[in-house]
């Protein structure tokens, strides 16, 4: 018996799992997805084509002829599906550490009571000269209750961007992150003020339209030297 009528005996009595094979040819596209990037996408529709043309010369009719086809399919589906995920999640990434005092409105809360800190995502804004969303840790202290969802906080931080594994396989927080569109990741200096209440209209820059535009541009008027640190990223003074 040859090599070719094993495998062909072992999955003529597998047939019933042949289907199984449709998410692990996906997952195949993901992965090389994960260790090359999109920039690779040639070399994915290459190795489909080439399957594809391989499965002709497979004798007509065999469960080894259908796997094949099955991975030259569901290969490039795979990686363009995590591919547009990826380009649909995009968002800037800060590009050096940053310190400096922003506005942000909190998206959500996490208590991380084994680290003693509180995680907070915060949406910064267009004119914040940050990235749209960032993550900042902030000490038991620091935290009040009212840092709840949907309000609006003043504060102090050092910035950083999403940090890659430390080594090789190890946990890519930057990856996560950019998934997550968190472009910073960092923690609170000093005191953390709540500039508005959650029940309160947001009076970020990019929802500032109406009534309480006025309000806020005499925040910002008030604290001229404070908002310009905010909003300047680029030069890196504060």
Not at 176 to 198: M, T
Not at 212 to 230: L, V
């Amino acid at each position: 018996m040859t090599l070719f009528q094993a495998v062909e005996n072992w999955l003529d009595r597998e047939r019933d799992q042949l289907p199984l094979w449709l998410p692990v040819g996906i997952g195949f596209g993901i992965a090389i997805w994960q260790s090359g990037g999109t920039s690779i996408w040639i070399g994915v529709l290459v190795t489909s084509i080439a399957l594809s043309v391989f499965s002709l010369l497979i004798p007509l009719g065999s469960r080894f002829r259908q796997i094949v086809q099955i991975f030259s399919l569901t290969l490039p589906i795979g990686f363009s599906l995590i591919a547009l995920r990826s380009d649909a999640v995009a968002q800037p990434v800060l590009g050096k550490i940053w310190v400096g005092e922003f506005y942000g409105r909190v998206d959500s809360v996490e208590n991380i009571s084994a680290r003693d800190v509180f995680r907070l995502r915060l949406a910064t804004g267009p004119e914040s000269g940050l990235p749209p969303f960032v993550r900042v840790n902030l000490k038991p202290e620091q935290f009040r209750e009212s840092f709840q969802p949907g309000s609006i906080l003043r504060l102090r931080a050092r910035l950083m961007p999403p940090a890659g594994p430390a080594l090789p396989g190890g946990y890519d927080f930057a990856r996560r992150a950019w998934f997550q569109q968190i472009g910073a990741a960092g923690s609170a200096l000093g005191e953390v003020q709540l500039y508005q209440p959650a029940s309160g209209r947001p009076l970020l820059a990019s929802q500032r339209e109406g009534p309480n535009k006025p309000h806020i541009g005499e925040d910002a008027r008030g604290h001229r030297g404070h908002w310009r640190c905010a909003c300047d990223r680029r030069s890196g003074t504060y």
